[in-house]
């Protein structure tokens, strides 16, 4: 059974930090590039980051480069998002995807709240 697990999200000062985890099991973890979208309340599902799989080249929206990094730990099957510098228009439902070999699998997300 494939399973995304999300975790790490919560309520963060502007200007804080938080790493969000995402824990994945049911699939052969090394062969899919993993990414990250965000979705705020009443806007679409938007693309943060992604890495490879082989070779892990990291992509990211313009909107987080320089502030975020995506990376993963084949042996552990995890892939992590950390957030620096967070903004109040980071605040939105994180999600972890994998995408490989025709397949696309989504974690439930974990909220991220931006606020003084």
């Known amino acids: 059974q494939v399973q995304l697990v999300d975790s790490g999200g919560g309520l963060v000062q502007p200007g804080g930090s938080l790493r969000l985890s995402c824990a994945a099991s049911?699939?052969?973890?090394?062969?899919?590039?993993m990414r990250w979208y965000r979705q705020a309340p009443g806007k679409e599902r938007e693309f943060v980051a992604a890495i490879g799989a082989n070779p892990p080249s990291t992509y990211y929206a313009d909107s987080v480069k320089g502030r975020f990094t995506i990376t993963r730990d084949n042996d552990k099957n995890m892939v992590y998002l950390e957030m620096n510098n967070l903004k109040p228009e980071d605040a939105a439902v994180y999600y972890c995807?994998?995408?490989?070999?025709?397949?696309?699998?989504w974690g439930q997300g974990t909220q991220v709240i931006v606020s003084s």
């Open positions: 995807n994998a995408w490989g070999s025709g397949n696309d699998y």
């Open positions: 049911g699939f052969t973890f090394s062969d899919y590039a």
